[in-house]
């Protein structure tokens, strides 16, 4: 549950600004004014400190409550500019599609694919194939993980597959994620990149039917992550 306490705004509001903002291609600006349009005064400020606050604790519930997905994965990053400077965004999906998981990264480096794996394996169980690029450090990072089942006594590891052709479905994933950045033109900081982020990967996991739905528009589905 995401706790609103605290604010002057219902829990509605503030849920109906966040998911208009990461669903559809509009600044803070364009969003200040939408609200107003709808009787709700409040500044573009605001806007992002809820976008920054409380995508995260949504992003977390989507984890949770997510549909099952396979257990054959395809993983690649794409890339993001953060104050001027491109940020690396893993992104992981299984072979129908679905999203796994994903983390903005200031490196693009073992360390970094080691921990995204180790994040992703956390929030979804171990897979028994990933499909990746031809990145030396994703073939390292994916190493780092089966050396560690080693460790841990497993007798069996995760198939890896550098075939190009094979994630060519992650790379057009990647497309409705640019689709919104773009118009954004960059972000200020790390912190408000990773937020934004996490509540448009959520808004992208609707429009794939990853939840249960009973019937439920895009936004009613939005806001009951955060019941």
Request: positive net charge.
């Amino acid at each position: 549950m995401v706790d609103f306490k605290g604010s002057q705004y219902p829990k509605d509001v503030i849920l109906y600004a966040v998911f208009f903002y990461v669903r559809y291609a509009v600044s803070y600006r364009d969003l200040e004014e939408i609200m107003a349009e709808r009787g709700v005064a409040v500044d573009h400020a605001t806007l992002n400190r809820w976008v920054v606050k409380y995508s995260p604790l949504i992003a977390c519930q989507a984890r949770r409550r997510k549909s099952a997905t396979s257990r054959s994965w395809r993983m690649d990053e794409t890339y993001i500019r953060v104050k001027g400077k491109w940020t690396y965004f893993y992104r992981a999906v299984d072979k129908f599609g679905k999203t796994l998981d994903f983390m903005l990264s200031e490196h693009r480096d073992e360390a970094a694919t080691s921990a995204f794996f180790a994040r992703a394996i956390g929030n979804n169980g171990w897979p028994e194939k990933i499909v990746i690029d031809k990145s030396g450090a994703n073939l390292a990072g994916l190493h780092n993980i089966n050396w560690l089942l080693l460790l841990q006594g497993w007798f069996w590891l995760i198939e890896i597959c550098q075939v190009k052709y094979l994630n060519n479905m992650i790379e057009q994933d990647h497309r409705f994620i640019k689709k919104l950045t773009r118009p954004m033109k960059g972000f200020k900081s790390f912190r408000s990149a990773s937020a934004t982020l996490d509540s448009i990967e959520v808004a992208h996991m609707i429009r794939k039917q990853q939840f249960p739905t009973s019937g439920q528009s895009a936004f009613q589905q939005f806001a009951a992550l955060a019941a």
